[in-house]
């Protein structure tokens, strides 16, 4: 009886090994052919486990573009701010340096009038 099973547990390990072989890795294949240990849909590989893989793959694009739109976001609201900063600081540059221009000109003029009042 033995000798009976022996042929027909070589042609299933045999089998077996080129199934195995005959997998070259593809997410969602089956364990340790590229998806990993992603769970039993994912261990058992065929249709499902494909279709799982590309549904986690998609999961991931879609959460990789919504961090890259809060990173586009934050980083236009920090350029405005820098830009409202810079434009404040120059108008204050302005105004000072309107009133020194003030000032110079009042000075200007008192020292004409000086000199017109002394001769």
Do not use: C, W
Not at 29 to 51: L, N, T
Not at 107 to 114: F, G, I, P, S, Y
């Amino acid at each position: 009886m033995a000798l009976r099973l022996a042929p027909n547990l070589l042609r299933s390990l045999r089998l077996t090994s080129v199934r195995a072989m005959s997998q070259v890795g593809g997410f969602g294949e089956g364990a340790g052919k590229g998806g990993g240990a992603g769970g039993s849909i994912r261990d058992a590989g065929g249709s499902f486990g494909k279709m799982e893989a590309a549904h986690e793959e998609e999961y991931f694009r879609k959460l990789n573009a919504a961090h890259m739109e809060e990173i586009k976001k934050h980083h236009k609201e920090e350029m405005e701010a820098h830009i409202r900063d810079n434009i404040e600081h120059l108008e204050a540059n302005v105004k000072s340096a309107e009133e020194a221009i003030k000032r110079h000109k009042k000075r200007l003029a008192e020292l004409r009038k000086d000199d017109s009042d002394s001769d």
